[in-house]
């Protein structure tokens, strides 16, 4: 047994023993899970992929006079403008209304590089934001903050997929043949950080990544997380699984590891690099850590029918030979995800840790709740919605406007004393919840 703690100790000793994850698959051929427990310290991971649920948050910085955004366009692309007064999220896929194939991930990339980018803002204006309308060149070094958050990455696992329909499909996994012309897959087998863990026994809240070419963290379950899968006699997840919700400073970021894509007839993406670093405390992780491309599985679906039902299975190994047999015929294989360039991050993570500019963290908390995921059905029927009466917080907002002192917060109590009261209404009319105070004689 190790300790993270004790593993860093000797990174910065320069000690560690620090393996990619091909790497330690290699040795385990002629090692025991036992042997390379005792003797390798770190494993690194590495995948870069078309990740659609992605995007980042931008504060552009106060105006003068201020301003509330609410409708905004960066480079003719819709930013999410709810947030607050000068926050907006840019997501990934959000699309240019004059150009289908550029969008948010396009912008991401052209920020990062630090390229100037149109701003158009527009507001109604109010008493503490009066400005309505904005417009400008912006780049990183002007703006407050850039920071990538993405809900789901590195899935664990993900689909093949394969088109039996008579006609092409162009879909999130690329351009699917008819009559099951090909099979794509995009997921980097025994490079991938979430095959390597595959329990999750190292990566939680607070574990510290390679993202996008610079630090980030795992914040939370990615969405569609589910951990109800079934696992093959390796003890791996046969299709879709685990995800991650990640964050990290886009300004530190290179968009060589964060790039912009479009998939004809689809939509924008973003290619993201993640690299996972594994700290080999036990024998049960080094187990893991240690297995190939042809121990690790997954499914084929058919996009050429509505409810995708699975065909077959396959292992990595074979996807990556560039052909398989499917339903008696020879087909084509090809990946979306880049090898090169998972290899390319596990071994720059490697680099960083073994110079001691990496190091790892452990968990705050472990992902071992039990998650399914659930199909949206349509229901013709509902119960309205209902908000519920409002009751007060003891926000104190009513206090200062009240001239009768009616109203007052007795050690950040709210107090209401109704015989003071003249019904007035100013406190109604700042009252943010809308709460109403009792009728009084």
């Given at each position: 047994m190790k300790?993270v703690d004790e593993?860093?100790?000797?990174?910065?000793?320069?000690?560690a023993?620090?393996?990619?994850a091909?790497?330690v698959?290699?040795?385990?051929?002629?090692a025991?899970?036992?042997?390379?427990?005792d003797?390798?310290?770190?494993?690194?991971?590495?995948?870069?992929?078309?990740m659609?649920?992605?995007g980042?948050?931008?504060?552009?910085?106060?105006?003068t006079?201020?301003m509330?955004?609410?409708k905004i366009e960066?480079?003719?692309v819709?930013?999410?403008?709810g947030?607050?007064?000068v926050?907006?999220f840019?997501g990934a896929?959000?699309?240019?209304r004059?150009?289908?194939s550029?969008?948010g991930a396009h912008i991401?990339?052209?920020?990062?590089?630090g390229q100037d980018l149109y701003?158009?803002?527009?507001a109604?204006?109010t008493d503490?934001?009066?400005?309505?309308e904005?417009?400008?060149?912006i780049?990183?070094?002007m703006?407050?903050d850039?920071?990538?958050?993405n809900?789901?990455?590195?899935y664990?696992n993900?689909?093949?997929?394969?088109?039996?329909?008579?006609?092409t499909?162009?879909?999130?996994?690329?351009?699917l043949?008819p009559?099951?012309?090909?099979?794509?897959?995009?997921t980097s087998?025994e490079?991938?950080?979430?095959?390597?863990d595959?329990?999750?026994m190292?990566?939680?809240?607070?574990t510290?990544?390679?993202?996008g070419g610079?630090?980030?963290?795992?914040?939370?379950p990615?969405?569609?997380?589910?951990?109800?899968?079934?696992?093959?006699?390796y003890?791996l997840?046969v299709g879709?699984?685990?995800?991650?919700?990640?964050?990290?400073?886009?300004?530190r970021?290179?968009?060589?590891?964060l790039r912009?894509?479009y998939?004809?007839?689809y939509?924008v993406t973003?290619?993201?690099?993640i690299?996972?670093?594994i700290?080999?405390?036990?024998?049960?992780v080094?187990y893991?850590?240690?297995?190939s491309n042809?121990?690790?599985?997954t499914?084929?679906?058919d996009y050429?029918?509505?409810?995708?039902?699975?065909?077959a299975a396959?292992?990595y190994a074979?996807?990556r030979?560039g052909w398989l047999?499917?339903?008696?015929?020879?087909?084509k294989?090809?990946?979306?995800?880049?090898?090169?360039m998972?290899r390319?991050?596990?071994?720059?993570?490697k680099?960083r840790?073994?110079?001691?500019?990496?190091?790892?963290?452990s968990?705050v908390?472990l992902?071992q709740e039990?998650?399914?995921?659930?199909?949206?059905?349509k229901?013709t029927?509902?119960?309205?919605l209902?908000?519920?009466?409002?009751t007060?917080?003891d926000?104190?907002a009513?206090?200062s406007?009240?001239?009768?002192d009616?109203?007052?917060l007795?050690d950040g109590?709210?107090t209401?004393?109704?015989e003071?009261?003249?019904d007035?209404?100013?406190?109604?009319?700042?009252c943010?919840?809308?709460?109403?105070?009792?009728?009084?004689?």
């Amino acid at each position: 047994m190790k300790t993270v703690d004790e593993i860093n100790e000797k990174i910065k000793r320069g000690e560690a023993v620090v393996l990619t994850a091909e790497e330690v698959v290699k040795l385990a051929r002629e090692a025991s899970p036992e042997k390379i427990a005792d003797r390798v310290d770190v494993v690194t991971t590495g995948t870069f992929a078309p990740m659609c649920s992605s995007g980042a948050v931008i504060n552009f910085g106060h105006t003068t006079p201020p301003m509330r955004m609410e409708k905004i366009e960066l480079a003719g692309v819709e930013v999410y403008g709810g947030l607050a007064a000068v926050d907006g999220f840019l997501g990934a896929t959000e699309e240019s209304r004059a150009d289908k194939s550029f969008g948010g991930a396009h912008i991401i990339e052209a920020l990062i590089e630090g390229q100037d980018l149109y701003l158009k803002a527009s507001a109604k204006g109010t008493d503490c934001y009066p400005r309505k309308e904005f417009e400008g060149y912006i780049n990183k070094d002007m703006i407050n903050d850039f920071f990538l958050f993405n809900p789901r990455n590195a899935y664990q696992n993900y689909a093949a997929a394969t088109n039996s329909s008579d006609r092409t499909e162009y879909t999130y996994m690329g351009k699917l043949l008819p009559h099951f012309g090909n099979v794509t897959y995009s997921t980097s087998g025994e490079l991938s950080p979430l095959l390597k863990d595959p329990q999750m026994m190292t990566i939680g809240l607070g574990t510290r990544i390679f993202l996008g070419g610079g630090t980030g963290y795992v914040v939370w379950p990615g969405t569609q997380f589910r951990n109800d899968v079934r696992v093959n006699q390796y003890g791996l997840p046969v299709g879709p699984a685990r995800t991650l919700a990640v964050i990290g400073d886009a300004r530190r970021m290179n968009s060589r590891y964060l790039r912009a894509a479009y998939f004809k007839n689809y939509g924008v993406t973003l290619f993201v690099g993640i690299g996972v670093p594994i700290p080999v405390l036990n024998e049960e992780v080094a187990y893991f850590v240690s297995r190939s491309n042809e121990e690790i599985e997954t499914i084929i679906e058919d996009y050429g029918r509505p409810e995708r039902p699975i065909i077959a299975a396959t292992n990595y190994a074979r996807l990556r030979e560039g052909w398989l047999e499917l339903n008696g015929k020879k087909v084509k294989t090809s990946p979306l995800s880049s090898l090169p360039m998972a290899r390319e991050i596990s071994h720059l993570l490697k680099e960083r840790i073994m110079a001691g500019s990496f190091l790892l963290t452990s968990p705050v908390e472990l992902f071992q709740e039990e998650r399914t995921l659930k199909q949206l059905k349509k229901r013709t029927s509902g119960k309205e919605l209902k908000l519920q009466k409002p009751t007060c917080v003891d926000c104190g907002a009513c206090v200062s406007v009240c001239a009768f002192d009616a109203l007052s917060l007795v050690d950040g109590k709210f107090t209401y004393t109704a015989e003071k009261c003249t019904d007035c209404g100013e406190c109604s009319d700042v009252c943010p919840l809308g709460v109403e105070l009792p009728p009084h004689e």
